[in-house]
């Protein structure tokens, strides 16, 4: 077998043949940090074609139903843009243009045959995590030993979004193992923030997050098992989704940590419109995925749910902010936006308290003893084939290259049970903990939702992300959370502040790593947290939440 940097180097020639050469564009020097603006001026893309790709989901998937922008057109627009994006901060993986267009083509010629849509999708580019096996396609997922294993069938999720009128568009990148809050492998590299290149777009649906941050995509398909949905949409200024187990079908697709399925992983909807969100839920939902997928829920989109019946039809909500998670004290950009959002609610007429947090530090750490039970024979099983070297840091001057060790260091069977009995426990706790909130929301019901940050800093510098908890512990708990931009990290605003009595050493070095001008321009984006299987709900209530910022600014 050729050795792997040789293995890498012929995939990564044929990723550079599958874009057409017309669309290489001259780029901005690397001294240009923010390049959200750029594909715009480039000169690729025509007023038309700039037009399209800045039109919200909900807009988009009108003009293809009434035949007023063809599929084909939407098709080369949006992967035009996604050339360009990927040139400019590398989030593709897999891209097959002409496959696309074909798709688009087939979608538009029945439309005009037949006068009706494929589908509630009909026409709409769709990009996918690089865990998403398409027939024909590699789907290496960041792996050196998994370049040449093509799919010889399409995962569940992409036949359904295949039925429901999606066009595929392009896949996109991940990190190694994909248990990274960044996005690098030894494959296609690292991915990069549109928005301050020198930060990272998160992990691991990094390249998720770049390329929709862009436009270069619609609406995607991110995977989240500890927060790499929720990560990637904050840092890179876009929603989100994260839905309970089972709600979004998963079968078919590559993932890490196979046969674990204590904390699953799930896949959910990364968009640049609030809209997006409803959408992509509704039309997989409506697709009855049970029927496809043993582990889906079956479970029909409910539409009295998303009206908030159980929550006041939506009036006089009761919104609870979690201001930290007893662990690490967010950095002042954070901090802000968890001001502004009270501000903007209250003004919409909203109630809003405070949540006391508990037992998070240990929910984290349940969450991390059941992920690193067999996670590093898993990855060095995975890697051995070829040899590629096991990533030990996402430092960017420091990627330091380590095998681990033969023995996994994992527990024992008993031990594990005895970890996913605690975390049992621990969420019939949370749940009274929640019940017992009626008692001072005013409103007769517990709290509707909870607000709080997706992690304690906005976009870091690469390699220092390092800090999950306000993530993972809604994974351990299985409840829906989604993401909603709120601002983006100012100097002047957001200066340093004095020094508070740390919880701890990880809270005083996540404190230390603020500078107010190193985290410039990143955006600042937060969570709503709903109960488990409950995403109607969270859908509506972030709908809420979305206005009243916009109606406050």
Not at 69 to 97: G, M, P, Y
Request: proline share 6%; with cysteine; aromatic share 8%.
């Amino acid at each position: 077998m050729p050795h792997w940097t040789a293995l890498v180097a012929e995939k990564k020639q044929r990723q550079l043949k599958s874009i057409p050469q017309e669309w290489l564009v001259t780029l901005p020097p690397d001294s240009t940090l923010d390049v959200t603006g750029f594909p715009e001026t480039c000169g690729l893309l025509n007023a038309r074609e700039i037009e399209i790709t800045n039109t919200s989901v909900d807009i988009l998937l009108e003009k293809l139903a009434c035949g007023e922008w063809t599929a084909v057109d939407v098709t080369t627009a949006f992967s035009k843009r996604a050339i360009v994006a990927h040139q400019l901060v590398n989030c593709l993986t897999e891209i097959f243009v002409d496959r696309a267009l074909a798709r688009a083509a087939e979608l538009d010629d029945h439309l005009k045959k037949t006068g009706k849509v494929v589908g509630p999708l009909h026409g709409l580019p769709i990009s996918l995590k690089d865990q998403l096996c398409i027939k024909g396609l590699e789907t290496t997922m960041g792996y050196v030993s998994w370049i040449g294993q093509y799919a010889e069938k399409n995962a569940v999720l992409v036949d359904i979004l295949l039925e429901c009128g999606a066009v595929p568009l392009v896949r996109t990148n991940i990190p190694q193992t994909l248990m990274w809050g960044e996005t690098f492998n030894n494959v296609f590299g690292r991915t990069t923030n549109p928005h301050n290149r020198s930060l990272t777009s998160s992990g691991s649906s990094g390249g998720e997050g770049a390329l929709i941050a862009l436009k270069g995509s619609p609406l995607g398909v991110g995977s989240d098992i500890g927060g790499s949905i929720r990560g990637p949409s904050a840092f890179c200024g876009i929603y989100g989704l994260r839905p309970s187990y089972g709600r979004v079908p998963y079968c078919g697709a590559r993932n890490s940590l196979e046969g674990q399925d204590s904390i699953l992983s799930v896949f959910g909807p990364m968009t640049d419109s609030v809209g997006g969100i409803k959408v992509f839920m509704k039309a997989v939902v409506e697709a009855k995925p049970w029927l496809k997928d043993p582990l889906a829920v079956r479970k029909k989109w409910n539409e009295d749910e998303y009206n908030l019946t159980d929550h006041g039809s939506g009036k006089d909500l009761c919104f609870a902010i979690m201001w930290d998670d007893g662990v690490v004290v967010p950095h002042p950009p954070i901090r802000r936006s968890l001001k502004m959002t009270k501000a903007a609610l209250q003004k919409a007429g909203h109630k809003v308290v405070d949540w006391k947090p508990i037992k998070h530090r240990l929910l984290g750490e349940v969450t991390r003893d059941i992920w690193n039970a067999a996670s590093a024979e898993d990855f060095m099983i995975t890697t051995s084939v070829t040899g590629e070297p096991i990533i030990a840091t996402m430092e960017l001057d420091d990627v330091v290259a380590s095998s681990l060790p033969q023995k996994s260091g994992g527990i024992t069977a008993y031990q594990l049970w005895q970890v996913q009995k605690l975390r049992q426990n621990i969420r019939k706790e949370y749940l009274d903990h929640w019940e017992a909130t009626a008692s001072e929301t005013g409103t007769g019901r517990p709290v509707d939702a909870i607000i709080c940050p997706a992690a304690p800093y906005a976009a870091t510098p690469h390699g220092k992300n390092c800090y999950g908890y306000y993530t993972m512990v809604w994974n351990a708990l299985d409840y829906p959370a989604a993401i909603f931009p709120v601002t983006t990290v100012d100097p002047i605003l957001d200066g340093k502040e004095l020094t508070h009595d740390f919880y701890d050493e990880i809270d005083k070095k996540v404190y230390e790593m603020y500078d107010p001008e190193k985290f410039k321009n990143a955006p600042v984006g937060l969570q709503l947290v709903g109960r488990t299987l409950e995403e109607e709900a969270v859908i509506r209530m972030t709908e809420i939440v979305d206005a009243a910022l916009a109606a406050a600014k």
